[in-house]
């Protein structure tokens, strides 16, 4: 056995053996279930999980990490069977797993067998309406709603306008709301990572009497939707009248645009506000990670709470655009750039500033040109998630290589297809330590970035020495090339790992805003044979897959090296979400167990106990 990225074990000689569903005894109420859960959604949306199979895979295993079984998989179409669905989980015993479009990478949306108590995962994915309000500057997004769709729909929407976010992942379409759940940062340093105190979502406790109580808590702060636009006992309520207006929508009726509200939530932020001015500071902490206790309960809830809808800020499109490719001859080169350069000024940012080192372009190269095509001519949406969906359940078909078959065969064809970005790109890429692109929009950055190109250029040709050498995109779909290059990232790291017969670890974390070198080996670590880093610049937080020979212990290197990064005054994880990965901070894991106190939602994840009520 080797351990592929985020510890997804797979068999070198193809001959493991699928993971068996724990034998447990049902409940007369839990038995019932699934019953009663089809009577509210429809039999056509709720699956058997207690055996994996090629149709419910997608549901039962997590993208890198995590697997295991389920009583039932129910995907509800509107907020009320949602509320309804949940009230009829918990009361027969069982726990909710929450799951946007199932594309984590830390385990925290899949269920764990470990856990003593049936799990049901509630897929939000048929809840993918959204809508503008207060004429477009906000988006009104259901919980399935995709950052893929949404991202190209503003912009025909509302020409000048964008969305919040834009994830390395944005093209398997991940979830609004697990973004929002998840603390995910993206790729814009102007937007910060998804974060909004305005949302509707479900907590669960139990009242004096023994029953266990859904309480839907309503901060959308949209006019008609407040809780006290609704009287007692009218039998209406912020979640049927949000179902009504976002069915309509999804039928093609016209709708007045809602406004936002004069409220307090009406008032409250959509986005991290707060985030251009900080991200400059230069000082000895991070920008960002997931262990952020701030905020309206949604955000950073990893599961905790289930989330129905969000509020999020749309943004102003760049009027110009410039986008480079850049490559240092040395790291201190890079960090100096990132200072005197793109964190000059808040007002200065760029949009965009991204980094990868030579092995991220190199393994890129080898093991992710069918995706980076695929993601460039089918785009970002539902015909990707699609295709990936299709490639979950070629894994989950019941044959011994199955897990791997996909990779293997992407990663052998791999070089039948021509470099999936021009050369110009790749050879800048490989002859230089790190490559780093950037969409620059104002003329006082250009003039910075000139600036200081060419004082460090005329210093290194006095010397003798490498200079700094950069591209600049020549057309729409060159940019689109990098982009796409730049978020098969990941996945070509474990097509790389299971072609190569290797085996990789991942680690997601946020370095100091004054640091950002590579947090360095233990000096008895293990050497690798690659140590791929990709970075959001900008933020400081780094995405790094090491690849091992077959034989080493991953799991203490893993662990060693997570030591070293939070020596180096870094902190774990930076945007993937805690999940099963990472054992949250004490008060992180305080604030998780008042959001549910039951400990049905979500239970184990960072590190929290799996028992009820948080027994061992």
């Not at 990893?302 to 999020?312: D, M, N, R, S, Y």
């Not at 072609?499 to 670590?525: H, R, T, W």
Request: hydrophobic residues 35%; proline residues 5%; aromatic residues 8%.
């Amino acid at each position: 056995n080797r351990e592929l990225p985020k510890g997804e074990r797979g068999c070198c000689s193809c001959d493991g053996e699928p993971v068996s569903s724990p034998k447990r005894e049902f409940t007369e109420a839990q038995a019932a279930l699934p019953a009663k859960l089809a009577r509210i959604v429809g039999k056509q949306h709720v699956y058997d999980g207690l055996e994996q199979n090629s149709k419910n895979v997608q549901f039962l295993k997590g993208a890198r990490l995590g697997e295991g079984h389920a009583l039932a998989i129910v995907q509800p179409g509107t907020l009320e069977e949602t509320v309804k669905c949940l009230q009829e989980i918990v009361d027969s015993g069982c726990v909710v797993q929450p799951q946007g479009s199932n594309t984590g990478l830390t385990g925290g949306s899949v269920p764990r067998d470990e856990v003593d108590r049936p799990a049901v995962v509630i897929s939000m994915k048929r809840m993918d309406t959204f809508f503008p309000i207060d004429d477009g500057e906000r988006v009104v997004c259901l919980a399935g709603t995709g950052i893929g769709k949404l991202a190209t729909s503003i912009p025909e929407w509302f020409p000048g306008r964008e969305s919040h976010s834009i994830l390395g992942s944005t093209f398997l379409n991940p979830s609004t709301a697990a973004g929002v759940a998840f603390g995910s940062g993206g790729v814009y340093v102007r937007k910060g990572p998804a974060r909004t105190d305005r949302a509707l979502y479900c907590k669960v406790s139990r009242n004096k009497f023994g029953e266990n109580v859904i309480t839907v808590v309503n901060t959308l702060g949209i006019e008609g939707l407040e809780d006290s636009d609704f009287q007692e006992g009218s039998g209406e309520n912020a979640v049927s009248r949000l179902d009504t207006y976002a069915n309509d929508i999804k039928q093609g009726f016209k709708r007045v645009m809602a406004k936002s509200s004069k409220s307090k939530h009406g008032l409250a932020s959509a986005s991290d506000t707060g985030y251009q001015k900080t991200v400059c500071e230069c000082k000895k902490e991070v920008s960002r990670f997931n262990a952020d206790t701030t905020g309206e309960d949604c955000n950073r809830s990893e599961g905790k709470v289930l989330i129905l809808a969000t509020v999020h800020d749309t943004f102003p499109s760049p009027s110009k655009k410039r986008v480079f490719w850049v490559s240092f001859p040395d790291m201190e080169t890079t960090l100096a750039f990132r200072r005197e350069v793109c964190l000059n000024s808040p007002k200065d940012l760029p949009i965009s500033c991204e980094y990868m080192d030579r092995d991220a372009v190199d393994i890129i190269d080898r093991s992710g040109r069918i995706l980076t095509y695929m993601i460039r001519y089918v785009g970002m949406g539902d015909m990707m998630g699609f295709l990936w969906d299709l490639k979950t359940s070629v894994e989950g078909l019941p044959f011994s290589f199955a897990p791997i078959i996909s990779d293997k065969l992407m990663h052998m064809f791999n070089n039948f297809l021509p470099p999936a970005i021009p050369s110009k790109f790749i050879t800048l890429g490989r002859e230089y330590a790190g490559g780093e692109f950037g969409d620059g929009t104002l003329d006082r950055f250009m003039d910075k970035f000139n600036a200081f190109v060419k004082k460090y250029n005329d210093e290194q040709l006095k010397k003798g020495g490498r200079v700094i050498a950069y591209a600049e995109t020549g057309s729409d779909s060159e940019v689109t090339a990098l982009n796409a290059f730049r978020f098969a990232a990941a996945p070509a790291f474990k097509t790389y790992c299971i072609g190569e017969d290797i085996q990789g670890v991942s680690v997601d974390y946020a370095l100091c805003k004054n640091g950002g070198m590579p947090p360095p080996f233990s000096k008895d670590a293990v050497k690798p044979l690659k140590r791929m880093r990709y970075s959001h610049f900008g933020c400081n937080v780094v995405h790094e897959d090491i690849a091992y020979a077959l034989g080493v212990d991953t799991h203490e290197e893993k662990m060693s090296f997570k030591k070293s990064v939070e020596t180096e005054g870094g902190k774990l994880p930076a945007e993937h979400g805690h999940g099963t990965e990472y054992h949250a901070p004490k008060d992180t894991q305080a604030r998780w167990m008042r959001m549910d106190p039951l400990n049905v939602m979500n239970p184990g994840v960072g590190g929290l106990p799996t028992g009820a009520k948080y027994t061992k």
